[in-house]
């Protein structure tokens, strides 16, 4: 028997093609939904307006599709059907044509409730939040209702921007429509509520919830992470657990961002098969570096699938923060290789660890950057570069960089004058303070403002100045800040009045460390030594733990008063007690104290067993102990290492003429004076290396 026609095992008809375009939806089709409806134009079948609702909602990622879609629209004049409309509004706002979008939704005659839905949620999701709450207002007086998704996106809207009494209208609004019981509103209501700090009504929310999905559970956990209530987010997470409730990247994510434990959580990752999932990775790799592990962040960020910004961004911030130029520039290079545009907080966290003048080459090469890549026009990037060149002692590109900002907020303000007295520049500081308060924007200083300023009195030993600070901090309720405190009680230490910094301590109801640091050293520089370490030892008693900067305070206690022993006991309880590795200040202080009580052999035994290199502020405690005690050979050894760090060094110069002087070696005194104008200096001016 023979066949004359092919037999025919379907009929591709308009059902077909819409059945394939709706697997593209869905993800289910890997075919273009464009080349999808090319093929039925090509047939003999003619599209309808289901046609093209169903391929505009398949096309809403494609802009090559846009201009197909719109000539066929206009010439088969399907676009009369609302839902046809509604569908190409839906992939204008999808596509970012928001202005094309609202022009469209302004021109149709009728408006279903599906449109008014999909505008909103347009302006929610393209950053038009406030449009999207005026037009949820006007949809309300229309007699429209809103939908789940309506109202999720403006409770999320509400929640970020800190609308309280905005998000408790849409609650009503969703109690009265019966849409308070839908599970994607709930979630929003939980998360809205956490943003705005009331994580009571969050938490009676979740509790009431009978079905809760691992959205809801996230959604919990991911409140109390937001809140800083760790203990909170784990418990809910074991909760979770107990109830084989499964367990999603969300999940992972929420509990990185409230600085659980990362290891277990790595642990729980690579069990549970989502070691591929590039969002889980990237925080993983943020958290170890965070917590400074740096070595298994790049192992993981190696493993992944993608490169990503983030991780990369969170490393090289690591890498800055501890000062490692080096590697940062390294990887500052590679996200460049990779076309990864870095931004503006990536600049100011790689800007961050430009901390001394060795590192202006890379500092002004990332200034060039932000001049190339246009970020310099952003506020927080100048702040950034603010800072740098402040720590350069750089004030006079710092001025010019903040004549440039087109707005100077507060943060800006205070970032110039903290480095102009970081810079001892302290003078130009007060400029600038009252530039501030003529400004027409009439910014108000905050703690931060008038602690820069008080730093600023110290460095200028301006009494009279600092006390009419303090009345300002009184009038302005600034006293509860405890840094503020602290800077006054440094303020007046060093302005030479222990009494009243004295007073301003014990107004304190609960110092902290930092604080009692501060009355510490302000004893140290009074000339109590006593005072200054009885003060030490009430810390002690209150339970609180010194650190670095709290030895400080007592060794300086300790060299001015002459307190060996006292010196030795707490120089070793640093070390074995807290763990506390000695810096080259406290190696400093240590040599100073041992040298002026003419232990030269344990000051030296000290410096050579010193498990860092020693710097011209250790040897020039040593020889200024030299000078103290008329010890000429150890001197003269102590001036060639000197010599050997930084022979331009011209306190080293002053140091040796005085040993000199002091045993009556006129010849030797005229050859340093020589060596010294010789290597650029008058022979006479100098730099004191005294403790």
């Not at 434990?261 to 943020?286: R, Y």
């Not at 490169?307 to 961004?313: E, F």
Request: a neutral charge.
């Amino acid at each position: 028997m023979r066949i004359s026609k092919p037999i025919t095992l379907f009929t591709k008809d308009l059902s077909f093609y819409h059945s394939l375009m709706k697997s593209c939806v869905h993800g289910d089709n890997s075919s273009s939904p464009i080349t999808i409806f090319r093929d039925l134009l090509r047939s003999s079948l003619r599209p309808n307006h289901f046609t093209m609702s169903i391929l505009l909602q398949a096309s809403s990622t494609s802009v090559g599709s846009l201009k197909l879609v719109q000539t066929h629209l206009k010439k088969s004049g399907i676009d009369r059907f609302v839902y046809v409309k509604t569908s190409l509004l839906d992939f204008y706002l999808k596509m970012g044509f928001v202005t094309t979008a609202g022009k469209l939704f302004d021109e149709m005659p009728e408006r279903d409730t599906v449109a008014w839905n999909a505008m909103i949620c347009g302006y929610s999701r393209n950053g038009y939040e406030r449009d999207a709450w005026h037009l949820f207002i006007v949809m309300l007086q229309q007699g429209f209702l809103p939908s789940a998704t309506t109202l999720a996106n403006l409770l999320a809207f509400c929640g970020q921007c800190g609308f309280v009494s905005q998000g408790r209208s849409v609650h009503c609004i969703a109690a009265k429509s019966g849409l308070e019981l839908d599970s994607q509103v709930k979630n929003a209501l939980i998360s809205f509520y956490s943003k705005c700090a009331e994580l009571g009504s969050a938490e009676a929310l979740f509790t009431e919830m009978k079905d809760k999905s691992t959205v809801s559970w996230n959604t919990m956990i991911g409140a109390y992470s937001l809140s800083g209530l760790q203990e909170k987010a784990i418990a809910v997470f074991k909760n979770m657990f107990e109830r084989s409730v499964e367990i999603s990247p969300v999940t992972v994510i929420n509990l990185l961002s409230s600085h659980v434990s990362h290891k277990p959580l790595h642990s729980l990752v690579v069990k549970t098969g989502m070691v591929n999932d590039n969002s889980v990775i990237t925080s993983l790799v943020c958290a170890y570096s965070r917590c400074g592990y740096l070595d298994s962040a790049e192992r993981l960020y190696a493993s992944a699938t993608q490169d990503s910004i983030v991780s990369l961004t969170s490393i090289v911030s690591s890498y800055a923060e501890k000062g490692d130029m080096n590697i940062v520039v390294a990887y500052f290079s590679k996200m460049r290789h990779l076309c990864m545009r870095i931004d503006a907080v990536a600049l100011v966290g790689i800007l961050h660890g430009c901390t001394n003048s060795s590192h202006i080459d890379a500092g002004t090469s990332l200034h060039a950057y932000a001049i190339k890549s246009g970020l310099c026009t952003q506020t927080l990037v100048v702040n950034g570069l603010i800072t740098m060149y402040s720590k350069f002692d750089d004030i006079e590109t710092v001025l010019f960089l903040f004549e440039t900002l087109h707005e100077t907020p507060l943060i800006s303000w205070n970032s110039v004058i903290s480095g102009c007295v970081q810079s001892g520049r302290a003078s130009t500081a007060f400029e600038i303070f009252h530039q501030m308060n003529l400004s027409a924007g009439h910014v108000q200083p905050d703690a931060i403002t008038i602690a820069s300023l008080l730093a600023g009195c110290s460095q200028l030993l301006c009494l009279h100045l600092g006390k009419t600070l303090h009345g300002y901090i009184l009038r302005n309720s600034f006293g509860n800040e405890k840094f503020v405190c602290t800077a006054l009680i440094d303020m007046y230490a060093k302005c030479g009045n222990a009494e009243l910094a004295e007073r301003v301590f014990k107004s304190i109801e609960a110092p902290c460390t930092a604080t009692w640091n501060s009355m510490i050293s302000g004893y140290s520089l009074s000339g109590l030594q006593s005072r200054a370490i009885s003060c030490y030892l009430e810390m002690r008693d209150q339970g609180l733990k010194p650190d670095k900067i709290t030895f400080l305070g007592v060794l300086s206690a300790c060299t001015h008063g002459g307190l060996v022993d006292e010196g030795r006991v707490y120089f070793r309880e640093m070390i074995k007690e807290f763990g506390i590795s000695p810096s080259l200040q406290h190696f400093a202080l240590m040599v100073g104290l041992l040298g002026r009580a003419c232990l030269f052999s344990e000051a030296l035994s000290l410096i050579w067993e010193m498990d860092i290199k020693p710097d011209s502020a250790v040897w020039g405690a040593l020889l200024s102990a030299c000078i103290v005690n008329r010890e000429i050979a150890i001197g003269e050894y102590v001036a060639k290492k000197m010599f050997m760090l930084d022979y331009r060094n011209g306190g080293l110069y002053v140091l040796m003429s005085n040993l000199y002087a002091t045993e009556e070696m006129w010849e030797e005194v005229s050859r340093v004076r020589r060596m010294m104008k010789d290597n650029g200096y008058d022979g006479y001016m100098g730099v004191s290396q005294t403790s």
